[in-house]
């Protein structure tokens, strides 16, 4: 990604630009009914929002799910994989029709499954069969948004891969950079996701069409789909860290692009092989497979772990040649008052604990105690929040207004949303975690089960729903900041926040960067302390959680 990308991105023909900003625009549109769907069923958990209907904080939940974890990320992606893509390019999108199309698929889709959500009985996001065993025109509405989402997404992805291919069938190009080739990698992964879609939820839509028998392997289904849902925004987010950095300090990575591009590709080799440990619950699965699922899954945070350590290395290196000193002093030299830099920067440290706490998960003998508590709720806002949906704030911070042309509505309050963002988060996390270290079920809105729950439990449900408050109306901000950029307002686009050019400077010989593999090492050593907690509370509890379909 050159300098003058904030160039090319404001020379894109107008179609294109459009065209990105419809679908940025329908993505806030879906991270914001996510929002209220989160924050209402954290209210209905915390005992705050009471309902007439007992199955109306499921439809929250569902709502949200779907929402949220669907679309919001996935419009999220797609707007930005276009967006980069055609910025890479340098001229323009290829194949705008076919991308309009996905994203015309994509915005139906979300229509559907917000329907389908409130038709008969909630289906709660994977819109498992079973729950519309009497009402299958429900899962018939529900699922045709899921298949619009699929075939989107193929057709999407397969416009950003043209665009990409572009300039090397024109001869411009010899070779791609490191950001297209990541970029080439994601919208791969994307198609990927799109066809698990299609292989998640044709079944149940035949069935509930009268075409097909009972989709009874829906589970397993839901398990391969959900993995890729799990890893690919975070691939995503690597990788806008990377542009990010690049749009923000002007420094690209010291251990050159063949090395990011290999990293990158890893994602390729790790990711795939292990979804086995979304499978911990299922009761036929051997146990040596468990174990085997449970050493793979090891792995899985390698790329992104070493992509981290490529991104903090650079800028400690470039800060220090620019006078940075101290282990961390360099730090307050990066640019801290735009809003897209706090994002990133509180979303590593989101990442750092999601990764902490996951790990305690992929270990076999605690998932089976661990899958159906808020234990997951808990740890899997760190990543979905705090990290994901803070970084595609910020990168979408970044590229709208190069866009449009228009400004960010008061920069210098966003740049504190992540911060109120995080503490919201670390008190929602926090309660949420420690609830299923102590057995809190999941998937069960009023836990006081007629006075005979552990008296915590209360407690520990009133934190999540003041956390979850904070969190959700902190991140509504922020989101209705960057829609500003999508106004019909405004001459000329306002400074977001002081930069910095660090990318031309020469760099001191030997220089050191520590903070990355001391940050490293401390996840490490979170993920023993999270570890022992849990076999020391797990063992003590008198009821071992058990449940059949894991996430």
Do not use: C
């Not at 490191?178 to 044709?202: D, I, N």
């Not at 000329?492 to 926040?497: E, S």
């Not at 031309?504 to 001391?518: D, E, I, Q, S, Y």
Request: no cysteine; aromatic share 12%.
């Amino acid at each position: 990604m050159t300098s003058d990308w904030r160039t090319r991105a404001s020379e894109l023909p107008a179609a294109d630009r459009r065209l990105l900003a419809a679908v940025a625009a329908t993505a806030l549109a879906a991270l914001t009914l996510g929002l209220l769907g989160g924050l209402a069923t954290a209210l209905a958990r915390a005992g705050i929002l009471e309902t007439a209907a007992p199955e109306t904080p499921y439809r929250f939940l569902t709502v949200h799910g779907v929402s949220a974890f669907f679309y919001w990320l996935y419009l999220a992606q797609i707007a930005l994989l276009l967006g980069f893509a055609a910025i890479e390019n340098g001229r323009r999108l290829a194949w705008r029709g076919l991308a309009t199309f996905g994203a015309l698929l994509i915005a139906a889709g979300f229509a559907f499954s917000i329907a389908g959500a409130h038709m008969g009985v909630p289906l709660l996001y994977d819109g498992a069969p079973g729950l519309a065993a009497d009402d299958p025109a429900s899962l018939l509405v529900f699922n045709s948004g899921y298949l619009l989402l699929g075939l989107g997404l193929i057709a999407a992805s397969a416009a950003a891969i043209a665009t990409l291919l572009r300039p090397g069938s024109e001869s411009r190009q010899d070779k791609m950079s490191a950001v297209g080739f990541a970029l080439f990698a994601w919208a791969g992964f994307l198609m990927v996701s799109g066809f698990a879609t299609l292989h998640a939820f044709v079944p149940g839509t035949l069935w509930a069409m009268g075409l097909a028998a009972f989709p009874a392997a829906h589970s397993t289904s839901w398990h391969i789909l959900f993995h890729n849902m799990h890893y690919l925004p975070l691939m995503a987010t690597v990788l806008m860290w990377y542009v990010l950095m690049q749009s923000l300090t002007g420094v690209t990575s010291v251990f050159g692009e063949r090395f990011s591009k290999i990293v990158f590709a890893m994602y390729l080799v790790f990711v795939p092989p292990t979804s086995l440990y979304h499978m911990f619950l299922e009761p036929g699965l051997p146990a040596a497979v468990r174990v085997g699922g449970s050493l793979l899954s090891l792995f899985v945070s390698v790329p992104t772990l070493m992509a981290f350590l490529i991104i903090v290395a650079s800028l400690e290196v470039h800060a220090r040649a620019s006078g940075g000193r101290g282990l961390f002093g360099w730090l307050t030299m990066l640019p801290w008052k735009h809003p897209a830099m706090t994002a990133v920067g509180l979303s590593v440290v989101n990442m750092g604990l999601g990764i902490a706490l996951a790990f305690v998960l992929i270990q076999e003998r605690l998932a089976a105690l661990l899958s159906d508590t808020f234990f997951v709720p808990g740890y899997f806002h760190f990543f979905t929040v705090g990290t994901v949906s803070l970084t595609l704030l910020g990168a979408l911070a970044v590229m709208l207004p190069a866009l449009t042309g228009r400004a960010l509505a008061a920069p210098g309050l966003l740049r504190w949303m992540p911060w109120l963002a995080t503490a919201g988060l670390l008190v929602f996390g926090g309660a949420g975690v420690t609830a299923g270290y102590l057995g809190v079920p999941r998937r069960v809105i009023d836990v006081g089960y007629a006075g005979e729950a552990p008296a915590l439990w209360k407690p520990l449900m009133a934190a999540v729903g003041v956390g979850g408050t904070v969190m959700a109306l902190a991140i509504f901000v922020f989101a209705a900041g960057v829609a500003a950029a999508l106004l019909p307002r405004g001459a000329g686009q306002a400074d977001a926040g002081p930069t910095v050019g660090w990318g031309g400077m020469g760099l001191k010989p030997g220089a050191n960067a520590w903070v990355g593999p001391v940050s490293v090492l401390l996840i490490v050593g979170g993920m023993y302390v999270f570890t022992s907690i849990a076999f020391e509370l797990m063992q003590s509890l008198p009821l071992a959680a058990s449940g059949g379909s894991g996430h």
